[in-house]
Each structure stands twice: as structure tokens, then as C-alpha cells.
């Protein structure tokens, strides 16, 4: 899921009452696992379906059994004159109901036949994030003071000389988490899932025995996975917070990365670390064109 593509898909209209929908994405990437996403419209307030797809790193259009579909078209047998908004929402594996999953990825209004589609959009995930900030310390604390600090990420401020929040994110909506990560000698390796930044998040897998601070983060101390070795030191690695669709397609980040930081060579420990925000940069966008 790191690499954007550009795709298209197109809801072809069979006869009377019928019409097409012209889908154009930048960014987005494909989905893992059979998960995959379903195109909807909004037409006096009810969701119908435009169809379930998945992509390839290529950009194409595939069913969810896998067969290509060729140039994206995509039938429906209703009318979308009077659609008002259209959602692209990610649908979990085996999915076969007729609304919506609660993670809408991208939406936006009508407006003449055309639609442009965000993550800022209210009926999506309503924050275009560009405005969110982030700071990031190294240490260790669940194994004491004094000991591998460069092998930890803790997502806190301590330029007041005390631990203070160090993210200022946007409240997700339900479907939605964030999620910290350390990529590691190229190998993105979770810090853990949470979506408040002034408690613990949601796991330790790699911490050692003692209580880490209120705030998300992780010690990459033990039970490293395959191929690296912990604990580490993190001097030149990418530091990420990255919003995850829930449930998860994959154990890699999504595409959704609003704050990156690569953490200089040699790095320091307890000391606060500014994150870039990228989301204008990197953040998927599209287009809907009713025809």
C-alpha cells in the first residue's frame, strides 16, 4: 500500500433512465486481503451501490473474484440524475450487505455532473489533515533509564522539561484509526493503533516489562520480526503516523500518511523532534463525472 496509482472505472448504462459514472483516482492504491472498494451515490439521501472493485498496482479495475474488467465498466440499473454525492467507501472481505461500510474513503458533492472527491470531504473522513503537527522523542522506557534509549519511539513533547501531548491530530470517525510506525532498515514496523494522543495506544508487542508513558509509542526491545533484530538504533530511520482503515486490509501502512519524519544521523535521545506534515502532498484525490 505505499505506492500511488492512477486509475479510472466507468458505470456504463445499459438503456433508458441509465447512466455513467466516470471515476478518476490519483493515489489511491490497492487493498489486500479481499477487502476492496465500493463506489456509491447518494440519491434522496439513500446509498446505492455503483459496484465493488479492487485495483492493481497498475491502476486496473478487477472484480473482487480477481477478473479483470475490462476498460472498468461497470452496468447499474438505476438512475443517477439525481445524485447528489458520490462515496468511495472500503469494504471488508465477504462483504454482501447494501450500505455502506463505516470506512468512507473518499466523497464529494455533485455539483452539475461532476464531483471531486477528497478525504476532506464531510461524508468521507471530514479533515484534510494539513494542518495537523507532530513531535517525537527517543527512548526506552519499559526497560529502565540509561539503556538502549535509541531503540524507542514515544510520541510526546518534552521541550517544557515533562512529558506533554506531542500530537495534534483530527478526531476520527468511526471506521478510522491512527497508527504509529518506525520504518526500520526500509522494514515499516508498528508502534501501535490508537486514536487518542494523550494515552497509551493499543498494543506493546515490542516493549519491554516496565510501564511506558500515557502517550502512543513503543520500546523495540524484544520479539523483533523477521529480518531485523532489536533491540536497535533508530539514528537515520522514518518515523510515521499514518491513518488506518478499521477493520485493517494490511499489516503495512495505508496510504493515509499525514505526519513523516526521518530521524537524523547519529540521533538523540529525549529529545523532541518536529514531524513534516505531507498530506497535501501525498493525500489520494479524484473525480466523478456523471454522464
Known amino acids: 500500500m505505499t505506492f500511488g496509482c492512477t486509475a479510472m472505472l466507468v458505470v456504463a448504462c445499459g438503456g433508458e433512465g441509465m447512466r455513467t459514472l466516470d471515476l478518476d483516482f490519483t493515489g489511491v492504491d490497492?487493498?489486500?486481503?479481499?477487502?476492496?472498494?465500493?463506489?456509491?451515490a447518494i440519491i434522496n439521501g439513500e446509498a446505492r451501490s455503483t459496484g465493488k472493485?479492487?485495483?492493481d498496482a497498475a491502476g486496473d479495475f478487477f472484480t473482487v473474484g480477481g477478473v479483470e474488467i475490462?476498460?472498468?465498466?461497470?452496468d447499474v440499473d438505476f438512475d443517477l440524475d439525481d445524485a447528489t454525492v458520490i462515496v468511495i467507501s472500503i469494504e471488508p472481505a465477504g462483504d454482501t450487505d447494501a450500505i455502506p461500510s463505516d470506512?468512507?474513503?473518499?466523497?464529494?458533492?455533485?455539483?452539475?455532473?461532476?464531483?471531486?472527491?477528497?478525504?476532506?470531504a464531510t461524508q468521507a473522513l471530514g479533515d484534510d489533515f494539513t494542518t495537523s503537527t507532530g513531535k517525537?522523542?527517543?527512548?526506552t522506557p519499559t526497560n529502565g533509564s540509561g539503556t538502549n534509549e535509541l531503540s524507542g519511539i514515544w510520541f510526546l513533547d518534552l521541550?517544557?522539561?515533562?512529558?506533554?501531548?506531542?500530537?495534534s491530530l483530527p478526531t476520527l470517525p468511526t471506521g478510522w484509526k491512527y497508527e504509529g510506525w518506525a520504518v526500520i532498515s526500509g522494514q515499516p514496523v508498528t508502534s501501535g493503533k490508537f486514536t487518542a494522543v494523550d494515552m497509551a495506544d493499543e498494543s506493546a508487542p515490542y516493549s519491554g516489562p516496565q510501564p511506558g508513558p500515557p502517550f502512543?509509542?513503543?520500546?523495540?526491545?524484544?520479539?523483533?520480526?523477521?529480518?531485523?533484530?532489536?533491540?536497535?538504533?533508530?539514528?537515520?530511520?522514518?518515523?510515521?503516523?499514518?491513518?488506518?482503515?478499521?477493520?485493517?486490509?494490511?499489516?503495512?501502512?495505508?496510504?493515509?500518511?499525514?505526519?513523516?519524519?526521518?530521524?537524523?544521523t547519529p540521533a538523540?535521545?529525549?529529545?523532541?523532534?518536529?514531524?513534516?506534515?505531507?498530506?497535501?502532498?501525498?493525500?489520494?484525490?479524484?473525480?466523478?463525472?456523471?454522464?
Open 30 to 40: 490497492p487493498l489486500s486481503n479481499d477487502y476492496h472498494y465500493e463506489g456509491w
Open 53 to 55: 472493485f479492487n485495483l
Open 70 to 74: 475490462p476498460n472498468g465498466e461497470f
Open 103 to 120: 470506512t468512507k474513503f473518499l466523497a464529494g458533492d455533485v455539483v452539475g455532473d461532476d464531483a471531486d472527491l477528497t478525504v476532506a
Open 136 to 139: 517525537v522523542i527517543l527512548a
Open 159 to 167: 521541550g517544557s522539561g515533562s512529558p506533554e501531548v506531542g500530537l
Open 216 to 264: 502512543p509509542g513503543e520500546d523495540y526491545l524484544e520479539n523483533a520480526p523477521a529480518g531485523l533484530v532489536f533491540p536497535t538504533d533508530l539514528s537515520g530511520d522514518i518515523v510515521v503516523i499514518s491513518v488506518e482503515p478499521d477493520p485493517d486490509d494490511d499489516t503495512a501502512p495505508f496510504v493515509l500518511k499525514p505526519l513523516v519524519y526521518q530521524l537524523p
Open 268 to 291: 538523540q535521545d529525549h529529545f523532541t523532534y518536529d514531524m513534516d506534515n505531507q498530506a497535501g502532498m501525498t493525500f489520494p484525490t479524484g473525480t466523478a463525472s456523471l454522464k
